[in-house]
């Protein structure tokens, strides 16, 4: 049985899982800080290993959503399965910074491993995609720690696929800002959408990366070159997905509902 001060529910009865983002556990605030730290692993490890052993369908899986995070992993698998990828260099080496910017062209990319937010001198801030010019990769926080660099990707539009048990929901990203045209998230406001069809190679190439991934659900995006062509960034395995639906009707809740209703038992 799991209570809390509005509801009880009786484990055994739980059929699936929607699990996104949840908060935190909170102590007395007369525990040591030590003591905090202790008590958050026992909480994680015991609530959270009761949660993750009941026989029910999760969206996303917590242990495999955790593994498909890292970027690394995501390239590699969507290269096996088919999917063109940026080429890549994790590094924190000025020099190889130097060697592979002299090799793929610039500008490159930088992007952070994970979203990084928080505040800054009393201000909300985040870290996102951003280009940096040949100079800037002898810069000398490169040596501090792991950067991931890629090659720029000549955009027309960028995509983000919704994909929810075997169906896949698209919609084309346009942005209309400077800065929106190197990482549409820094600037919604600036951003329009229309709904497309993935060819069929990267429709078989975003089904074949979930499978290997062992997820049933899965927000990839996408750059489309002006020739049409469509690369690989990322996918998140627990993505938002409402603006999107919001601004072009698809009905991705409808397909989870769907999915969070079935059995894996059949």
Same mark, same amino acid.
């Given at each position: 049985?799991?209570?809390? =001060? ?6 055994? &009865? $739980?059929? %699936?899982?929607?699990? +996104? *983002? ?6 007395? =605030? ?6 905090? &730290? $202790?008590? %958050?692993?026992?909480? +994680? *490890? ?221």
């Amino acid at each position: 049985m799991l209570a809390t =001060e509005r509801r009880a529910i009786d484990l055994s &009865s $739980v059929r %699936s899982v929607y699990y +996104r *983002r949840p908060t935190a556990p909170e102590f007395p =605030e007369c525990m040591s800080a030590e003591a905090r &730290s $202790v008590a %958050s692993a026992e909480a +994680r *490890r015991g609530f959270g290993g009761l949660l993750s052993a009941l026989p029910c369908r999760w969206l996303p899986p917590p242990g495999r959503a955790a593994d498909a995070e890292y970027k690394p992993l995501q390239l590699r698998v969507a290269a096996e399965s088919g999917l063109r990828v940026p080429r890549t260099l994790i590094t924190n080496s000025q020099g190889a910074a130097r060697g592979f910017a002299a090799g793929v062209g610039t500008p490159l990319v930088y992007k952070p491993f994970a979203p990084i937010r928080g505040t800054l001198d009393g201000r909300s801030v985040a870290v996102y995609a951003s280009v940096v010019a040949a100079d800037d990769v002898d810069d000398p926080s490169v040596a501090t720690t792991a950067h991931l660099f890629q090659e720029w990707v000549p955009k027309a539009y960028e995509v983000r696929l919704t994909a929810i048990d075997g169906q896949l929901f698209a919609a084309e990203i346009h942005a209309n800002s400077a800065s929106s045209k190197v990482d549409w998230r820094s600037d919604y406001d600036n951003l329009t959408y229309r709904v497309c069809d993935p060819p069929a190679a990267v429709a078989q190439g975003t089904r074949r990366m979930l499978d290997q991934l062992e997820l049933p659900y899965g927000a990839f995006d996408f750059v489309v070159s002006p020739s049409g062509e469509w690369t690989f960034l990322e996918v998140n395995p627990n993505g938002q997905y409402g603006f999107i639906e919001q601004e072009t009707g698809l009905p991705i809740t409808a397909a989870i509902c769907d999915y969070l209703e079935g059995s894996d038992e059949a």
